[in-house]
């Protein structure tokens, strides 16, 4: 009997210590319906009870997957689908009674975050009311982020601060710092995608404010070469050291798609770049304490089959701020070739297996250390960055070219690959892109990553031979602020904006 006793309370001290090392997430790449704010509602309860019928203890929603971006450029259509949100410990499914169209999103997801027993973000438009003495219509319009504990209580909320291309929406004078602590032992800090690039809030969450896990909604607009959606979602994890979830808009005809859960130390655990529209549910488990558990399994629910051509449309950055210096096609060598802009220097080593004896050998060590634009100058960055891109040609404007330009090939193998510089920054990401697949490369398995802040010298390389491989470098945005005298507003880069 003691025995049995003995072996009864081993079991629940393992299934305990189980439940303490990790947490299962739920993150949607969500197909939003134009003009149907209910349905797309009803879409949501049906997905978070898919998400905890898969045993998901939170689940994260898209940016404007209520609304669709539309409403990001009409103030009109922002003051109908608004929502008046609460304060902080209100429970929106046990406190509203009245079932108006600018509280039912929040009663609704608060009654699917309770009855399914559930942490529930997403993304929706909120309406203040302010009077004619702030506005002419009279509200602050906010893309806001929203937490639900598994109560159904509101625990978090969060307006964006870092606004791209959304003319109808106001901004706030501070910054938010939405913060909150799970049931399983998470820390989770929200911001809403074009924040990822900016130190504030996004990476005050991490530093200043304790956050060891992310909740991302995002309307991404991938671009070459650093930001398709999957990369820059895993480049800012590991660089972070923090588990990320990151939910995406889908619509890929005019360039949305992007969604994936993360580990800080493993980097992805399960991801998608979908190629056609439809709504995905991916539910991964994730580790609490990522420096001492492995990479975990991979679930998805698919909404749609994948179609038989790749078909996401991308955008390209400008690159006319940066230098590079061109990779000799040697085979069998090892060789090494060093390039510096200003007070960087990067140094890139490295041995070809095979090259593609059909294509051209363009791969370049493309560098900055210095200001970079966005939006035709409206959003202003630093950038340090040492990368090896396989380019269109020898211009290195070339190196964000589109993908059916570009020199990458399955024949062309590096055996050996390694980038490293001295970055003045310890908030360096590890940026990789393989293609067509816009896949991402997974530290440890693929590469190693070490910064050596003593020496000033920071490096990753490959522990295998990769082909296909398009970006493959150390990255670091907006590590620094700049300061007035140093940016030029005189012929700024007149680009579309990339991103939301």
């Given at each position: 009997?003691?025995?049995?006793?003995?072996?009864?309370?081993?079991?629940?001290?393992?299934?305990?210590?189980?439940?303490?090392?990790?947490?299962?997430?739920?993150?949607?790449?969500?197909?939003?319906?134009?003009?149907?704010?209910?349905?797309?509602?009803?879409?949501?309860?049906?997905?978070?009870?898919?998400?905890?019928?898969?045993?998901?203890?939170?689940?994260?929603?898209?940016?404007?997957?209520?609304?669709?971006?539309?409403?990001?450029?009409?103030?009109?259509?922002?003051?109908?689908?608004?929502?008046?949100?609460?304060?902080?410990?209100?429970?929106?499914?046990?406190?509203?009674?009245?079932?108006?169209?600018?509280?039912?999103?929040?009663?609704?997801?608060?009654?699917?975050?309770?009855?399914?027993?559930?942490?529930?973000?997403?993304?929706?438009?909120?309406?203040?009311?302010?009077?004619?003495?702030?506005?002419?219509?009279?509200?602050?319009?906010?893309?806001?982020?929203?937490?639900?504990?598994?109560?159904?209580?509101?625990?978090?909320?969060?307006?964006?601060?870092?606004?791209?291309?959304?003319?109808?929406?106001?901004?706030?004078?501070?910054?938010?710092?939405?913060?909150?602590?799970?049931?399983?032992?998470?820390?989770?800090?929200?911001?809403?995608?074009?924040?990822?690039?900016?130190?504030?809030?996004?990476?005050?969450?991490?530093?200043?404010?304790?956050?060891?896990?992310?909740?991302?909604?995002?309307?991404?607009?991938?671009?070459?070469?650093?930001?398709?959606?999957?990369?820059?979602?895993?480049?800012?994890?590991?660089?972070?050291?923090?588990?990320?979830?990151?939910?995406?808009?889908?619509?890929?005809?005019?360039?949305?798609?992007?969604?994936?859960?993360?580990?800080?130390?493993?980097?992805?655990?399960?991801?998608?770049?979908?190629?056609?529209?439809?709504?995905?549910?991916?539910?991964?488990?994730?580790?609490?304490?990522?420096?001492?558990?492995?990479?975990?399994?991979?679930?998805?629910?698919?909404?749609?089959?994948?179609?038989?051509?790749?078909?996401?449309?991308?955008?390209?950055?400008?690159?006319?701020?940066?230098?590079?210096?061109?990779?000799?096609?040697?085979?069998?060598?090892?060789?090494?070739?060093?390039?510096?802009?200003?007070?960087?220097?990067?140094?890139?080593?490295?041995?070809?297996?095979?090259?593609?004896?059909?294509?051209?050998?363009?791969?370049?060590?493309?560098?900055?250390?210095?200001?970079?634009?966005?939006?035709?100058?409206?959003?202003?960055?630093?950038?340090?960055?040492?990368?090896?891109?396989?380019?269109?040609?020898?211009?290195?404007?070339?190196?964000?070219?589109?993908?059916?330009?570009?020199?990458?090939?399955?024949?062309?193998?590096?055996?050996?690959?390694?980038?490293?510089?001295?970055?003045?920054?310890?908030?360096?990401?590890?940026?990789?892109?393989?293609?067509?697949?816009?896949?991402?490369?997974?530290?440890?398995?693929?590469?190693?990553?070490?910064?050596n802040s003593a020496a000033s010298v920071s490096q990753m390389g490959?522990?295998?031979?990769?082909?296909?491989?398009?970006?493959?470098?150390?990255?670091?945005?907006?590590?620094?602020?700049?300061?007035?005298?140093?940016?030029?507003?005189?012929?700024?880069?007149?680009?579309?904006?990339?991103?939301?």
């Amino acid at each position: 009997m003691k025995q049995q006793l003995f072996l009864v309370f081993f079991a629940l001290a393992i299934r305990h210590s189980q439940a303490q090392s990790s947490y299962v997430a739920a993150v949607v790449e969500f197909y939003s319906l134009g003009g149907t704010f209910r349905q797309n509602i009803g879409k949501y309860e049906d997905l978070i009870a898919d998400a905890k019928s898969q045993a998901a203890e939170i689940i994260v929603f898209p940016e404007y997957g209520l609304t669709t971006t539309a409403v990001s450029q009409s103030r009109s259509l922002c003051i109908n689908v608004g929502q008046e949100v609460p304060a902080l410990d209100s429970n929106p499914c046990l406190d509203f009674n009245n079932d108006t169209i600018n509280t039912e999103a929040l009663k609704r997801l608060s009654c699917a975050a309770r009855n399914n027993s559930i942490y529930v973000v997403a993304n929706l438009i909120e309406r203040q009311f302010c009077g004619p003495q702030c506005a002419q219509d009279n509200y602050l319009i906010y893309n806001s982020n929203v937490a639900f504990d598994a109560n159904g209580t509101l625990v978090a909320r969060y307006r964006k601060f870092n606004l791209y291309g959304e003319p109808a929406l106001n901004t706030t004078a501070e910054t938010d710092i939405a913060v909150f602590t799970t049931s399983f032992g998470a820390t989770f800090g929200t911001f809403t995608c074009m924040d990822l690039l900016f130190y504030n809030p996004s990476v005050r969450l991490v530093r200043e404010f304790g956050a060891t896990d992310i909740a991302f909604p995002t309307a991404w607009f991938s671009e070459l070469p650093y930001l398709t959606a999957v990369q820059g979602q895993s480049a800012w994890a590991l660089g972070l050291g923090v588990n990320f979830l990151g939910s995406g808009y889908n619509h890929p005809a005019v360039g949305n798609s992007g969604s994936g859960i993360y580990s800080g130390e493993k980097g992805e655990i399960v991801s998608l770049m979908a190629q056609q529209s439809g709504t995905t549910l991916l539910v991964a488990t994730v580790p609490l304490n990522t420096r001492r558990q492995s990479r975990q399994s991979r679930r998805a629910k698919r909404g749609a089959a994948p179609p038989a051509a790749f078909d996401l449309l991308l955008k390209n950055d400008n690159l006319r701020d940066y230098t590079s210096a061109a990779l000799s096609a040697e085979i069998g060598a090892n060789l090494t070739l060093t390039h510096c802009q200003a007070d960087l220097c990067c140094t890139v080593d490295y041995e070809l297996e095979s090259v593609d004896a059909a294509g051209e050998f363009n791969y370049r060590l493309v560098v900055i250390d210095g200001i970079v634009t966005h939006d035709g100058g409206h959003y202003v960055n630093r950038e340090q960055v040492c990368s090896v891109i396989a380019c269109a040609g020898a211009n290195t404007t070339s190196c964000s070219d589109d993908l059916e330009f570009s020199t990458y090939s399955a024949s062309t193998v590096f055996k050996s690959l390694s980038v490293s510089g001295n970055f003045s920054t310890d908030l360096l990401q590890p940026n990789t892109l393989l293609v067509p697949s816009l896949a991402v490369l997974r530290p440890t398995e693929d590469y190693n990553f070490e910064t050596n802040s003593a020496a000033s010298v920071s490096q990753m390389g490959l522990t295998k031979s990769i082909s296909n491989l398009h970006t493959f470098g150390l990255f670091a945005h907006d590590f620094e602020p700049p300061t007035a005298s140093e940016v030029n507003t005189e012929g700024l880069n007149q680009e579309a904006p990339a991103l939301l």
